[in-house]
């Protein structure tokens, strides 16, 4: 069953490739909490209940539910849902982006059989890899704030991702990419959509050339 939600994490991660629509971003975070959760209920060994609570917390309640609501709010209220704008900003065509991601995806899966021994996970390390990587070339090809805040949350998901890998040997590794994960979450999401946007009533990353000390 977790190769199956593992697959599904996957599969997500090739959608961002091909879609184009913001909101569809944000709902795919949203999906992406709900594996998170799954994964990790599944892959786990002798979870306590507050271990159990805790990812919980953080999977199903905060990325699956309160992300996906604010991010749709303040998307809305900033308009940055247009396609045709969103278009225009991005460096790599969709075709060659797919082609990226097929790339990265198969040069992990050929990396973390390399790397195989009895403490890791290879399916669950190559799809964490993945999302760290195609965060970073989501990053670089677009220039809208809105799409490099859900990028970096695709990073942030892939290291939650590859903490799961090694998890059942190191839980307390686990634990401590979830707090990392809540702390730099909220302090990115604050400072990027309450105050850039709220300024400069513009969501493009041009507007970080204006910033003064």
């Not at 961002?16 to 892959?43: C, D, E, P």
């Not at 995806?105 to 999302?131: E, P, Q, R, Y």
């Not at 704030?145 to 890998?165: K, P």
């Amino acid at each position: 069953m977790n190769a199956l939600f593992i697959l599904l994490f996957a599969v997500s991660i090739f959608y961002f490739s091909i879609s184009v629509n913001v909101k569809t971003y944000i709902r795919l975070l949203g999906f992406q909490g709900v594996l998170l959760f799954l994964i990790a209920l599944n892959g786990l060994h002798e979870l306590s209940y507050i271990h159990l609570i805790f990812i919980a917390l953080e999977t199903l309640v905060f990325k699956g539910i309160l992300i996906p609501a604010y991010l749709l709010n303040i998307s809305k209220k900033n308009k940055v849902t247009n396609i045709k704008n969103f278009k225009a900003r991005r460096k790599m065509k969709g075709f060659y982006l797919i082609l990226t991601t097929t790339l990265v995806f198969v040069s992990t899966i050929f990396l973390g059989n390399l790397l195989k021994n009895d403490f890791l996970d290879v399916k669950i390390f190559s799809t964490a890899i993945t999302a760290v990587l195609m965060g970073l070339i989501f990053i670089v090809i677009n220039k809208n704030i809105t799409i490099h805040i859900i990028s970096f949350i695709i990073i942030e998901n892939g290291v939650f991702l590859l903490a799961l890998a090694i998890g059942n040997e190191m839980p307390m590794m686990v634990n401590t990419a979830i707090l990392l994960d809540l702390f730099v979450s909220v302090l990115v999401l604050g400072v990027f959509f309450n105050k850039l946007t709220y300024h400069f009533h513009n969501d493009s990353t041009d507007i970080l050339s204006k910033l003064k000390d």
